[in-house]
Each structure stands twice: as C-alpha cells, then as structure tokens.
C-alpha cells in the first residue's frame, strides 16, 4: 500500500463534488482493511496475543476474513482459540468447532470458550462442558466456576451425578455453592412437570 496523504483524504472526504467523495470513501475503505490485516498480523505473531485478541473488536467486522484466514492457518492453540472467541462474537461460527475442542482439553482457555460459545447460544458446548466438569479437578475452581456459569447461562440443567460430585463435601465451597442453583433450578422444573 502507498502512502496515503491524510489531509487529501478528509478534505475529498469533506468535498462537495461526488466523485472526489466517492473515491475518497473507496480509498478510506482501503486503508481501513489494510489496517485490519496489519492488525491480525501483529495478533498472530505476538507474543502477548491476549492483550491484542481484546482490542480487536474495537476495529469491527473488517477483521472476520483475515481471522478466518488465520484461523485456517494456525498451528497455535492460543491463537485459533482467541480467533475463534472474536469471530463468534461476529456472528462467525467457523470457529466453533475449535471452541469446543478447548472446552474439552484446553488448560487455559477453557472458560472463555464455555463463556463465548454461551453467549452466542451455542447449545451444542452443553455436552463437552458437562463432561469437562465430570472429569476436571474440582481444585481447579475458575475452570468449574466458568464451566458452571456457561451452563447456566445457556438455561441448561446438570445431570444429578455430576451435581452430586460437585455438591459432596471435600468439593471446594465456591463450586458447591454454585452447583446448588443447579438443584434448585432442576427440583422447580421438576415440580412445575409434576403439576402437568
């Protein structure tokens, strides 16, 4: 890309013949991808992606096809999976797939994948978080928390197994707290079905 007089830019911009406006538009437009691309670039080769991964939002939809294209491309978890959160939250599903492989496996993304993929409503992650929770260690309080706040935020249930496990003593209070909704919520549905 060739260097772009900024001042030329806005005054076409600001001007009152169509033609400069239009091409001025078409330029900005042009500026405004290239920004993106640079933008997902430096994502992807940094060191400190989360940081980058939270601004990248601030630039729009602009950025789905060089995420996507990244996405493809990457043969590092943290950037697939930190792409994959800022795509859905585009509307973009290409990524889900990966989400739900970190809920499944990932040490240290878990909960923002169980978090991403609730709040895009994606009722296919009530599966891998609950099988998550099943077989986690319970000294592991942030991923249970997350994992218990994506179910919950999806108006899912918990099978009473796994609510057993999470509400038996030796389980640290936090979770035991918060499994009990679970129970509250599962024993209303209950009665509210027995009243039928």
């Keep these: 890309m060739s260097q772009i007089d900024a001042d030329f830019l806005l005054k076409d911009l600001e001007s009152s013949e169509v033609e400069k406006q239009v091409l001025a538009v078409e330029q900005a437009g042009e500026i405004v991808n290239y920004i993106a691309i640079k933008t997902v670039e430096a994502f992807r080769k940094s060191q400190h992606r989360f940081l980058i991964a939270e601004r990248l939002y601030r630039l729009g939809s602009v950025v789905v096809p060089p995420l996507e294209k990244v996405l493809q491309e990457s043969d590092n978890s943290e950037t697939s999976i930190l792409a994959a959160v800022i795509l859905l939250r585009f509307g973009s599903k290409v990524g889900v ?13 878990s909960s923002l994948a169980a978090s991403s993929l ?8 009530i599966a891998p978080m609950i099988n998550r929770l099943k077989s986690c260690d319970l000294k592991n309080v942030d991923l249970a ?18 609510r057993d496990r999470l509400i038996a003593e030796d389980t640290p209070w936090q979770i035991r707290t918060y499994a009990k909704r679970f129970g509250s919520n599962q024993e209303n549905f209950e009665k509210a079905i027995a009243l039928f």
């Design 97 to 109: 797939s990966c989400l739900l492989d970190a809920v499944a496996k990932d040490e240290e993304y």
């Design 118 to 125: 609730a709040a895009a409503e994606v009722k296919e992650a």
């Design 145 to 162: 928390i997350g994992l218990l706040g994506a179910l919950e935020d999806l108006q899912s249930e918990i099978p009473s197994d796994l």
